[in-house]
């Protein structure tokens, strides 16, 4: 791990701001990286606060663990176990917030042995938890052309899968791809136009890198855990960085906000009331980098942060 990366967490003021930081709060940080959120949040906490973080890459676990707070503890695991985590430590219907940064953290995109950059060569791996699960390399090699252009389509919107599918196919007969810059040089192969502003390789890689570490489906589950976790008055807040992501939050946010439309004057059955009753949210802010910030960190250009609370009646 090279310890001169740096990480510039993303809209820092408007997520502190957002959270509304009890002196003695509880909250989670459900994707630690390089702890840039989490020491802010530590500023704002009292004495008798707790911060508990959560991040599935090791090495982002390692730099949490020199953090030498009382207040402050980390685990090593996948935040769709958030509510297994929040049961162990006694905390469900008692934390006032919740963060998650998702993707991917600076420590990761450039240490060229992780595979997530295609700018670097090295193994093609994009595991976020190196303990577990199949690599990248291994998943290319071993699966058919009609599921690698699923894979590109759905999570990477790609245009060209098909002809970077059938591109992948050919390398295939003569070589196994094992590394960052083979994928690349197949990509560059099969994409016609060349847009100066966006790599050829950037859907790709991100579409493998979301089935690999099944990112919607944790997102998706830990959201719904969040409702059980969090206290009335509680608040959840989401930076996505990309409308896959962030469709999820916005249908997740909408569907615990939005009433049930009944038309005046008529009776309401049992259902609508059940309805009614699992309006649990209270949406609170949408809220985009500045230009100031996109100047000085350009990954923050695609960010989206979402808030809401949990309502206090129910
Ligand atoms: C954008 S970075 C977070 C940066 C952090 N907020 C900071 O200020 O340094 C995203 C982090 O979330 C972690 N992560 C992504 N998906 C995760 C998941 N499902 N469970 C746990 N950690 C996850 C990644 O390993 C990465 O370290």
């Avoid at 992780?114 to 994009?126: H, I, V």
């Avoid at 990248?136 to 252009?149: G, R, V």
């Avoid at 699923?150 to 002809?163: C, I, T």
């Avoid at 009944?262 to 500045?290: D, S």
Wanted: with cysteine; charged share 30%; proline share 3%.
């Amino acid at each position: 791990m090279n310890q001169n990366i740096k990480h510039i967490p993303v809209m820092t003021k408007e997520l502190i701001d957002s959270l509304q930081i009890q002196d003695n709060g509880i909250y989670i940080d459900t994707t630690f990286g390089l702890g840039g959120h989490s020491i802010e949040i530590l500023k704002k906490l009292g004495k008798n606060g707790k911060l508990y973080a959560i991040d599935k890459d090791l090495n982002s676990v390692l730099i949490g663990k020199k953090i030498t707070d009382q207040r402050f503890c980390i685990i090593h695991d996948s935040f769709s176990k958030i509510l297994n985590y929040a049961k162990s430590n006694k905390i469900v219907g008692k934390v006032d917030g919740i963060l998650f940064d998702l993707g991917v953290s600076s420590l990761q995109i450039e240490d060229y042995k992780r595979g997530f950059s295609f700018k670097k060569n090295g193994p093609l791996d994009m595991r976020m938890n190196q303990t577990c699960g199949i690599t990248a390399s291994d998943w290319i090699n071993k699966s058919d052309t009609k599921k690698i252009i699923f894979v590109l389509k759905k999570f990477g919107e790609e245009r060209f899968a098909k002809k970077i599918a059938h591109e992948i196919k050919d390398y295939k007969r003569k070589k196994k791809i094992k590394e960052t810059l083979e994928l690349v040089n197949i990509i560059k192969k099969s994409i016609p136009i060349k847009n100066i502003f966006k790599h050829p390789a950037r859907r790709t890689f991100q579409a493998i890198r979301i089935y690999i570490n099944q990112e919607l489906e944790e997102i998706q589950s830990a959201l719904e855990d969040t409702l059980k976790i969090l206290k009335p008055g509680g608040r959840i807040t989401v930076i996505s960085f990309h409308s896959l992501e962030d469709r999820i939050i916005k249908k997740f946010m909408t569907k615990h906000s939005t009433k049930a439309q009944i038309p005046c004057g008529m009776a309401i059955t049992e259902k609508e009331i059940k309805k009614l009753k699992i309006c649990k949210l209270k949406i609170i802010n949408r809220l985009f980098p500045t230009y100031e910030e996109i100047q000085k960190n350009p990954r923050s250009r695609s960010s989206i942060l979402r808030t809401a609370e949990l309502k206090k009646y129910e």
